[in-house]
């Protein structure tokens, strides 16, 4: 399950095993007041106009330069670029967003959840935030931290599929899948193609050997899309359909990494039921935590 719908898609590799994986009217009154008073007040609003304009540019440009250090592996360069991006532009929820997240990464959870804190004091409903902010809580091994912190904006304001799903995932830890689904499906309402979404929603029922909805779930979807497929494969291989898994696999793998998955669906199938189940939500917690990012400033609310 995942964060968000990324094009590197729902798989990731651990081990050795393939695996599948939210003023119009002050400058109306400005110019009134220009008029009147042989253009003043019309005047000093311009720089403001202008230096608002710097800033938000300014701090596109650090973000930029922000995300591409993080790509590159070099978090703490990329930390630093993002406080300024803060310093440059402190109303967007952006730069603290990414730079609470790249504090996760690096294990500095105190600093992190504080920078959260901080920034959802001003932007009560920002999905990024609130998504960012329950992950670090799942990564401390609190979901019901998560619960408490997301459920309440999602029932004001935050209608985001991002935080929908980091709900679901939520209480997927929690053993509440049920309620889980509720919450992917409320996801899924706003976004109906939202992948991530729909891949989490299968791996909730897969946890409940649900496997029919599971596969009927992700063939809604574009099976073509590898990060669909893989999922597919892998349902298929939890429910013992091995030639369908193969199949599936085929489109995706060389003939080594699909014997290689095989032979992983086939060890977690063997497993007993709580056994199986712990696996599947590790590997679906760890792939969460390693995702790549969605924060943006194109994307900042």
């Known amino acids: 399950m995942f964060p968000e719908d990324t094009p590197t898609g729902i798989t990731r590799v651990f081990g050795k095993f393939r695996r599948p994986i939210l003023l119009a009217t002050c400058g109306a009154l400005a110019l009134t007041a220009g008029a009147c008073s042989g253009g003043g007040e019309q005047q000093s609003a311009v720089p403001d106009e202008q230096a608002v304009q710097q800033q938000t540019e300014r701090a596109s440009e650090l973000m930029r330069i922000g995300d591409d250090l993080r790509a590159g592996g070099d978090l703490n360069a990329a930390a630093d670029m993002y406080r300024r991006a803060q310093s440059a532009d402190p109303r967007s929820p952006a730069p603290p967003a990414a730079l609470a997240d790249v504090l996760r990464r690096l294990g500095q959870y105190a600093e992190s959840e504080q920078i959260y804190r901080a920034a959802l004091e001003h932007s009560h409903y920002s999905g990024m935030l609130l998504q960012g902010y329950g992950i670090l809580m799942l990564e401390k091994g609190q979901p019901e931290a998560a619960i408490g912190a997301l459920g309440p904006a999602v029932d004001e304001d935050a209608a985001d599929p991002r935080v ?5 995932i939520a209480y997927d830890a929690l053993g509440d899948h049920a309620e889980a689904q509720r919450q992917y499906s409320a996801g899924l309402a706003l ?15 897969a946890l409940q050997e ?23 494969a892998f349902v298929y291989g939890l429910a013992g359909r091995i030639e369908e898994a193969a199949r599936i696999s085929r489109q995706f793998l060389s003939d080594a990494d699909v014997a290689n998955n095989l032979a992983y669906y086939q060890a977690i199938r063997a497993l007993a039921p709580a056994q199986r189940r712990t696996e599947i939500l590790e590997l679906v917690l760890k792939t969460l935590f ?12």
């Open 191 to 205: 976004a109906p193609e939202n992948r991530s979404l729909r891949s989490n929603m299968a791996l909730s029922l």
């Open 290 to 301: 390693t995702a790549p990012p969605s924060n943006g400033m194109a994307n900042a609310k």
């Open 210 to 232: 649900r496997y029919d909805d599971a596969i009927a779930q992700l063939k809604s979807a574009d099976e073509r899309d590898p990060s669909v497929g893989h999922n597919l």
């Open 164 to 168: 929908f799903n980091v709900l679901g």
